[in-house]
T-cell receptor
């Protein structure tokens, strides 16, 4: 069975400060990993994805994530956050073995303080 | 504009009154899926469809039905809604089912069952 653990349910951070949102996963096979963002009252949209190749993945809005196979992690980072980054962030995993969809973490609410 | 459209966006209903949440995509995607989002639980898959007339259960299918008679539409049916189905529902689609394909999400349908 596969699973995704987002270690923090809420992360408060001051504007222009760096942020890291943590994600660990468990899977017995190779995985594809995703970060999705949900702005207030909206659906989810893709921030970035890791399929293969370079372990450092860059996404939209200045976010990046690093795939670490030995630590089974896929942490999301941004060097300087803005008020507009306030949102719910979901880490998700797919083992590529079937059509039963993504396994999502429970989400991390990023709260930007002025 | 490429999109997934869900209706209604908001609905308050009473226990036992059948309802349907519609989902339509204009991208000629083969794969479609329904998720529910609950606080502290993240997103959980209800049902998915690989193509027309092909549907299968996700992680939390109890109390729901789906159909896929046309490629573009994937309605979610609650035959006899109960209060524990109060949730935020998302429809999503992708070109095919491959773990590498990115899901496009609808804006969500917030359902309250009294």
């Amino acid at each position: 069975a596969q699973s995704v653990t987002q270690l923090d349910s809420q992360v408060p951070v001051f504007e222009e400060a760096p942020v890291e949102l943590r994600c660990n996963y468990s899977s017995s096979v190779s995985v594809y990993l995703f970060w999705y963002v949900q702005y207030p009252n909206q659906g989810l949209q893709l921030l970035l994805k890791y399929l293969s190749g370079s372990t450092l993945v860059k996404g939209i809005n200045g976010f990046e994530a690093e795939f670490n196979k030995s630590q089974t992690s896929f942490h999301l980072r941004k060097p300087s956050v803005h008020i507009s980054d306030t949102a719910e962030y979901f880490c998700a995993l797919d083992s590529g073995g079937g059509a039963d969809g993504l396994t999502f973490g429970k989400g991390t609410h990023l709260i930007i303080q002025p | 504009e490429a999109q997934v459209t869900q209706n209604p966006r908001y609905l308050i209903t009473v226990t036992g009154k059948k309802l349907t949440v519609t989902c339509s995509q204009n991208m000629n995607h083969e794969y479609m899926s329904w998720y529910r989002q609950d606080p502290g639980l993240g997103l959980r898959q209800i049902y998915y469809s690989m193509n027309v007339e092909v549907t299968d259960k996700g992680d939390v299918p109890e109390g729901y039905k789906v159909s896929r008679k046309e490629k573009r539409n994937f309605p979610l049916i609650l035959e006899s809604p109960s209060p524990n189905q109060t949730s935020l529902y998302f429809c999503a689609s992708s070109l095919t089912y491959s773990g590498a394909n990115v899901l496009t999400f609808g804006a969500g349908s917030r359902l309250t069952v009294l």
